[in-house]
Every structure is written in structure tokens, then in C-alpha cells.
């Protein structure tokens, strides 16, 4: 694998024909019909209203209606306030969804430009909304994911593009259609600025991979090491380019050290002579922060096993891939945004690890599985359990720390839930349903601001 290094390094030693010559506007965007001026979606303010039914100020909220008027009804309060947005929107599929209950869920029914200027009018306020220091990760399969990613250079500025990753979302499968078997999905993460949130994930290592990678004893400390290069690509004239114990770096490189650096290091027992006087530097296992999670994501498939317990709300996601977001771009306290929130993993992942959470979904069903979640908890999905097999797919701890995610407790959450008032009565009688709120008593009647509501869960 070549890694490229600065163009400024360029030695004119080759010839290389070329008839472009550019001196132009490096800016490009997405174009299509209809196309309203970003100005004018962000200064076009809600429409409608929403009214708090359960719980009103809570910090954690949960608002039923269509995110892209109830994004700008946040506006006036959460300009430039959260933290972390991360959205699973429809994917430009031209399908329903119906979850395992067979009841209607959610349409993904817009295609082409109209699906691009539906998430572009949205991406718009949801910049708005995000921190200087705050980053946006948009989850997407093959089908829409390069427009998208033109359409997010577009909004966020292309060198605020921090990652694609692609993600195994499930196992292997034996199409019977000609192409390949489809087992990826994307995710693109853009920050708003330079100066974004950042903890590098990283996974545990196994005992075998570790012995693998640090193949060394240490014979003084007995600590295990590798040995690497204590050069790097490029030459120097300075002090990194100079002969050390009678070497000079390979031709075309340089010391990574300064020249009294490596002393120290020689020392202090940190060099390693091979049999033929070749130095290498000793890295110890015991100064190593975990693997760097790279950008395949192998690990967080949206396997439908014993082992994973789940509403049953259709392209339900892992929760552990949705640790691994937040945990790598907020910190404790922050706010969350996923607008997108179907049965609400962003939501309760957010919350288990200590941040506050805004949610929107503008199908009941969604606020439904979203308040079951946070009520009941999560289930196990029956018909997959097989009494006689082991499970295929363990589902990693990807954070070995106190704070890790837990599936497996059925914590009830404190939340808000608001709703656009033209859609309060469904809202309230999922609240009635899970007996958060009173039936009236004739319903048939019920005024939604008389409805008595009981204590916040806690
Ligand atoms: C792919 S699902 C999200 C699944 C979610 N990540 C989870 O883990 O359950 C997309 C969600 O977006 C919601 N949605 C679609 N259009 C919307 C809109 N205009 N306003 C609010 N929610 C919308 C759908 O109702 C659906 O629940």
C-alpha cells in the first residue's frame, strides 16, 4: 500500500504529461429542479405548533410530528446546542416497512431529486442546530449514499468529511439475483468545523491477537513488545537527516527522532540491535490504548438473534454500533439528535451512556415502539431462538467500561413527549396505553390539555 506524501515534495526527476491546467472555482454542488436557496429554508420558521403532553421541560424529549417543522421549532431554543446528530432516514428505496407485528410503520416513498431536496431542506436546519464542536453521522445504504455524500460536501463543506464507513448489516446471503450478495451499508460522518468532539474508539485486543502483534519479551522487564522502524518517508537536511552511531537514515528517508532522542531511547533498552546492527524501536504492549477502530465495521450487524433483545420496529439498529457513535463524538451531558428516531436505539443508547436526547418521528408507530422501549424495555425476538444451537453472532463488547451499553436492562427513562397539536390524540393514547397518563373519561371528549398526566417516570 502506497501512502501519498505532500505534493510540495515533487522532485521534477519524472515527466509527466498533462493538458490540465485549472485555475478555477473548486466548489461544486448537487443540481436538480426545484431547488429552494438555502437562505430561504433557514429562514422559513415552524408552521405548526407542538404542545408538551407528558412530562413538560424534561431535558430528554421525544416530539411526534414531521422533523423537518419540528427541526425548526428547536431553532429557537437549540441553535447551535447539540452535540451529536445521527439519522437512519429512509434510503430512496420506494417501499413500505411494516414491523414484525405486521403493523404499518414507516414509507420510504420518495425517489430521485425529491428525495434529495427532502433531506437537503433537513440537513440545512440540522446544521443549524449542531455545535461549532459537534459532528453529523448519516446512515444510508448504496442506493442514494454518493448523492447524499455530494449533498453533504455541499452543506457541511467538503473538508469537514471526516469518514464513510461501511458496515457489514448482516450475514452473507445466497442471492439468487445476478450481482453480488448485499451485506454493506454506509455511514458518512462530517463535523461543522476543525475543532469537533473526538475519542478515538478502540477494541480489546484478544489474547491471540495481542501475541500475534507484540511477538517480543522484553529479557530485563519481561515486558512484551514489537519492534518498528525508527525511520520514516522523506529526506532531511536537518537534524533528523543526520548519521547516527555511524548510520545514516535509508536513502529517501529520514530519523523519526531527533539525533539526542535516540540516544535516550538506546539508554534506556528501547532499541532493538538486530544480528547484523539494524536499530528498531520497542513498543510495549502495556502503553497500548486498544485497537483503532477502523473504518469497516464488521461488528455491529443488525443480526436478528437469541442474543439481542429489540422492539421489532422495522431497520432496527445495533445498538453497540450506535455506542461506538456516541461515544466517539459526544461527551457525558451533551445533546443528542437523532430526527429520525424509529423505535428510538439512538435515543436509549444516548441516555444508558449519560447524554440527554432529543428524538422526532412522524409515524406513530415509531413514538409507539419509542415510549414501549423506554417503558418495558427491550424483548427478545422469539421465533429466531434456537433451543439447540449456540448463538452464530456474539455481539461484542466493543467499550470494556463501566458505562457500557446494556441491552439487557429494561430502564425506564425520563423524557418529554411533545407532539404537533393536529396529531396530539394519537400521541396521547399511546401515553394512555402505557398508562403514563389517565383515560379520560369519555375519551370520545377528551380535551388534551384537561387530560390529568401522572408523575414523570423516573
Ligand atoms: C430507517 S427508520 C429509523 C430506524 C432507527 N434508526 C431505529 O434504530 O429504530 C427511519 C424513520 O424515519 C421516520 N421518518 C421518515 N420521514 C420522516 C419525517 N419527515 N419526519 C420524521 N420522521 C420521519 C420513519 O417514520 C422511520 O421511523
Known sequence: MATGISKHKWKEDSHIVSNEIYDGDYSYEISYPEKLPAQEIVETPNEFKYESLFNKGCKNKVLFGDNLDVLRYLISNLKEKIKLIYIDPPYGTNSIFQSRNQKSSYKDDLIGSHYLEFMRRRLIIMRELLSDDGSIYMHLDGNMIFQIKVLMDEIFGAKNFRGFITRKKCSNKNYTRKTYGNISDYIVFYSKTDNFIWHRATEPWSEEKMRKEYPCIDETSGKRYKKVPIHAPGTRNGETGKEWKGMLPPPGKHWQYTIAKLTELDNAGDIYWSANGNPRRKVYF?????????????????????????????????????????????????????????????????????????????????????????????????????????????????????????????????????????????????????????????????????????????
Request: aromatic letters at 8%; glycine letters at 6%; one cysteine or more.
Open 286 to 458: 502495556d502503553s497500548d490504548k486498544g485497537i483503532p477502530v477502523q473504518d469497516i465495521w464488521m461488528d455491529v450487524q443488525d443480526s436478528l438473534n437469541q442474543n439481542i433483545k429489540m422492539t421489532g420496529y422495522p431497520t432496527e439498529k445495533n445498538p453497540y454500533l450506535l455506542e461506538r457513535i456516541i461515544k466517539a463524538s459526544s461527551n457525558k451531558g451533551d445533546i443528542v439528535l437523532d430526527c429520525f428516531a424509529g423505535s428510538g436505539t439512538t435515543l436509549d443508547v444516548a441516555d444508558q451512556l449519560g447524554r440527554k436526547f432529543i428524538g422526532i418521528d412522524n409515524s406513530s408507530e415509531a413514538i409507539f415502539n419509542i415510549i414501549k422501549r423506554f417503558v418495558k424495555g427491550l424483548k427478545e425476538m422469539g421465533d429466531y431462538v434456537s433451543q439447540n444451537h449456540s448463538p452464530q453472532f456474539i455481539q461484542n463488547s466493543l467499550f470494556e467500561t463501566k458505562e457500557k451499553y446494556s441491552s439487557h436492562v429494561s430502564s425506564r427513562k425520563e423524557f418529554e413527549l411533545l407532539s404537533d397539536t393536529r396529531h396530539s390524540l394519537k400521541a396521547i393514547d399511546i401515553l394512555i396505553h402505557f398508562e403514563l397518563i389517565d383515560k379520560p373519561v369519555d375519551q370520545r371528549n377528551a380535551c388534551n390539555n384537561a387530560l390529568p398526566v401522572k408523575n414523570p417516570i423516573s
